[in-house]
């Protein structure tokens, strides 16, 4: 492998390693932990070297750059889709995303489900931790909000639910957010049990979300470096 291949594989297994250290001291089994490689901004080049190093799991932000990587990597490559939906991409992010983990408004819900055919795919519910007032900005459903979106949601045929998702605020302490998911979702998860899934952890904080449950851990720059 070339330099840019040496560099790759031993920031992986770095990640690799604190996963399992971070599984082992939550007492959890690492299989249950879900890499996702996040590659936004980085060339299907790269996509590929982590894809021969035995990644499956790619995490992309935009449509179109995607599509394009997505088409250039071998089909078992499973891709999600982490960033803002717009409606009018939907139908072009169903026909290369594998998992969907920013869904937050039950109209792309319905246009989801009506897009797809045959095809499978699990959608995550994007919680917003930020406080309502100056919010961040980044989306997702308000907590108080979400048993009446998931109801709504419910009731739409064919829609696969798999569980939240949420980003860290930069204002408050990681792990009191990931514990407040893991806390949310307890709750719906008692009207909704198909919400196993828990996609939260970055490369600033992966540690803390495995410790509070993550099921999916999204992490780019750890990995790949800063772009
Ligand atoms: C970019 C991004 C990540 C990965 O962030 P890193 O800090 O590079 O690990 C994870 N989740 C979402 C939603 C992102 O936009």
């Known amino acids: 492998m070339n330099e840019r291949g040496d560099l790759i594989a031993a920031s992986l297994r770095e990640v690799k390693n604190r996963i399992q250290l971070a599984c082992q001291k939550a007492g959890r089994d690492p299989k249950e932990v879900t890499l996702i490689s996040v590659t936004k901004n980085f060339p299907a080049s ?16 935009r449509d179109q750059e ?4 997505s088409g ?18 939907l139908r072009s992010i169903t026909g290369w995303a594998d998992v969907i983990h920013s869904l937050d408004d039950v109209g792309h ?28 900005g980044r989306g997702g459903v308000q907590p108080d909000q979400l048993a009446v ?8 045929p064919g ?34 049990p198909q919400l196993k ?11 803390s979300a495995i410790a509070a449950g993550a099921t ?6 750890s990995i790949l470096g800063s772009r």
């Open 46 to 61: 790269d996509v590929q070297i982590l894809y021969d190093l035995g990644e499956r799991n790619f995490g992309e932000n």
């Open 66 to 69: 995607a599509r394009e990587k």
């Open 72 to 89: 250039a990597l071998p089909s078992d490559a499973i891709w999600h889709f982490q960033g803002q939906i717009q409606s009018k991409k």
């Open 109 to 136: 819900a319905r246009k989801i489900a009506e897009l797809l055919l045959e095809k499978s795919l699990p959608v995550f519910v994007q919680v917003s931790l930020d406080s309502p007032d100056g919010g961040e």
């Open 149 to 156: 979106f998931l109801r709504e949601c419910a009731t739409i």
């Open 159 to 192: 829609l696969e639910l798999a569980g939240l998702m949420a980003v860290a605020p930069l204002s408050v302490d990681p792990a009191d957010a990931f514990s407040r998911l893991a806390a949310i979702r307890r709750e719906v998860a008692v009207q909704f």
């Open 197 to 207: 899934a828990l996609s939260c952890g970055m490369s600033g904080d992966f540690e």
């Open 216 to 221: 999916h851990i999204r992490i780019g720059s």
